[in-house]
């Protein structure tokens, strides 16, 4: 199951009349299945983007529409993942990954009666991450990168039609990162939800995405739109191909642009 | 963790643990001796030696006092904590409950509560229970001021990943925001039970007819100073025992807290 997004010509302010505005005229499509980055200038608006494709937000102006309905309240089946992991230390690493479960239905109904069944399901997302046997562990007994999957295996639990990921792999160090950028590549290619991935680093957007936004510096809209079609499964070594060096240049230039024009 | 244990280490002296009885019983020796080289008159400052022998002389009264200051004191103080809990949550639930009685809760937790006992008694006569009430208004603000923030300062990014779940505001209280709450109200418990004492001793001077601080009053307006100093070391004894009372039930209750570094 997956779901399209689409916000149409939206405007978001925070903070009333005369408050700050972070979207304005921001319109981009997300097809189902479809994994798509969002790149730009910080500060522009792409965690307010997230927010209004999740309904944790509500646009000023323009219309956000997921699975096909107008969002008017929170999306309750979206898995989500921020830069910072914020795990609950008082619970363990395994019951944190599991907390989607206690919330989201149908999981939240079934959990008790088949609770056996979804902890090894979540003891299997953490072996996919590299974190077999650290289920029993807590939070902070584990290192930043370590918290950081455990948060993506919480925003995967419950199965999710839509994956919005935030950053999630900027405080990881390069191989940490590259390895997580297969682990998701490969549960996409499985399961096949929708991401939309916001990211600072134009490789990892062009590596993981079939599309690519970028967006202008505050207010935020789309200035470009990059599609990447390097056929999957791709490998990592695709990273140091010519082909690749290019898409990524040309990303760098938008950006450029976009700072420039701030 | 593992602390290593050292190979057969000569058995050195824990001075750190040492320190508090090395400290106390200091103060007590300079005061003996200095009250007696400068000669200073017992009705002044008694020695440390003559506030035991009025608290052995004055045993029964002690006993009972005390009995009846600390009583009254748990009285308040579990008070405080039920309310203080039961505000605190209704507080830290919504931002309009919270922009509405914030204000009002620091306005009254200004007004000074000997002020308020005059009322009390009014209402209640002298007694016991404006010593209970008075121990009640005076520590249940820190433990509602506790909860509320501990409810107040869960992560947006924590909140943001339940409601993108479908999660209903009693949820991500009851999953995240009342464990979170815990420390900070197990922490307010240590503030509280001392204020109580506060209110409870504060009450008792002003109208009551048992308790420490009316025993303190009257023995003052008899001259038995060292016995109005025993009185202050009962209180101090008591307070001290309750504090590590709650700093114990604060470590049991909230080890996460301790061990992960939260709220620090
Ligand atoms: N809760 C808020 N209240 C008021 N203004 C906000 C709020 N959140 C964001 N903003 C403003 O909206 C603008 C866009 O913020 P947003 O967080 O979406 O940027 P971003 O693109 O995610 O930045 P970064 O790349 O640094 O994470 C910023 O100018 C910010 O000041
Ligand atoms: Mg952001």
């Known amino acids: 199951m997956s779901v399209p997004v689409i916000l149409d010509d939206v405007t978001h302010r925070y903070g009333g009349a005369g408050g700050t505005i972070a979207l304005e005229g921001c319109s981009l499509s997300v097809r189902s299945g479809e994994f798509a980055a969002v790149v730009g200038p910080s500060g522009c608006g792409k965690s307010t983007l997230m927010k209004l494709a999740t309904g944790l937000q509500f646009p000023f102006q323009g219309t956000v ?37 206690e919330i989201a239905q149908p999981h939240r109904s079934r959990l008790r009666k088949h609770r056996a069944e979804y902890v090894e399901k979540a003891e299997l997302l953490l072996e996919t991450v590299g974190l077999k046997g650290f289920g029993s562990k807590f939070p902070w007994q584990l290192s930043g990168g370590m918290q950081q999957r455990a948060s993506l295996c919480r925003a995967l639990i419950h199965e999710p039609d839509l994956l919005m990921l935030d950053e999630p792999f900027g405080a990881l160090d390069a191989f940490t990162r590259e390895e ?26 062009v590596f993981l995405a079939d599309r690519i936004f970028v967006m202008s510096a505050r207010p935020g809209r789309i200035l470009a739109e990059r599609t990447v079609d390097f056929p999957r499964p791709r490998d990592l070594e695709i990273n140091y191909t010519q082909a690749f060096q290019d898409v990524v240049h040309e990303l760098r230039g938008h950006i450029r642009e976009a700072r420039a024009a701030a | 963790m593992t602390t290593p244990t050292g190979p057969a280490a000569p058995r050195e002296i824990d001075w750190i643990k040492l320190s508090p009885w090395i400290y106390t019983i200091a103060l007590f020796v300079i005061w003996e001796v200095v009250v007696r080289i400068l000669g200073v008159p017992p009705y002044v400052l008694p020695t440390p030696t003559a506030i035991l022998l009025a608290a052995i002389e004055f045993w029964e009264a002690i006993w009972k006092n005390g009995l009846q200051t600390l009583m009254t004191t748990l009285a308040g103080f579990a008070l405080a904590v039920v309310g203080g809990l039961a505000i605190g949550l209704l507080v830290g639930w919504s931002r309009a409950i919270y922009a509405g009685l914030y204000p009002l809760m620091i306005g009254f937790n200004s007004v000074p509560k000997v002020a308020v006992v005059p009322i009390l008694v009014l209402w209640f006569g002298i007694g016991t229970v404006p010593a209970i009430i008075t121990a009640f208004l005076i520590s249940f603000f820190p433990v509602v001021v506790n909860v509320a923030t501990g409810l107040a300062t869960i992560e947006p990014e924590m909140e943001d990943v339940l409601k993108a779940l479908g999660a209903k505001k009693l949820d991500i209280m009851l999953k995240v925001g009342i464990p979170r709450a815990l420390p900070y109200f197990f922490g307010s418990l240590k503030v509280a039970i001392t204020l109580a004492f506060v209110g409870s001793v504060i009450a008792e001077t002003v109208a009551a007819n048992s308790g420490v601080g009316h025993m303190m009053l009257t023995a003052q307006s008899n001259f038995q100073v060292p016995l109005v100093f025993a009185g202050l070391f009962v209180l101090a004894i008591e307070g001290i025992v309750a504090y590590a009372l709650m700093a114990w039930v604060e470590k049991r209750m909230t080890g996460w807290a301790h061990r992960s570094g939260f709220a620090q």
């Not at chain 1, 997580?180 to 290619?189: G, M, S």
């Open chain 1, 180 to 205: 997580l950028w297969c682990v998701i590549r490969d549960l996409h290619a499985a399961r096949g939800f929708t991401v939309i991935l916001v990211t600072h680093d134009l490789r990892e957007a």
């Open chain 1, 65 to 101: 529409t997921v699975a096909g309905n107008r969002v008017t309240k929170p999306v309750t089946m979206a898995g989500m993942a921020f830069q910072n992991p914020t795990m609950l230390p008082w619970r363990t690493t395994l019951d944190n990954v599991m907390l989607p479960l």
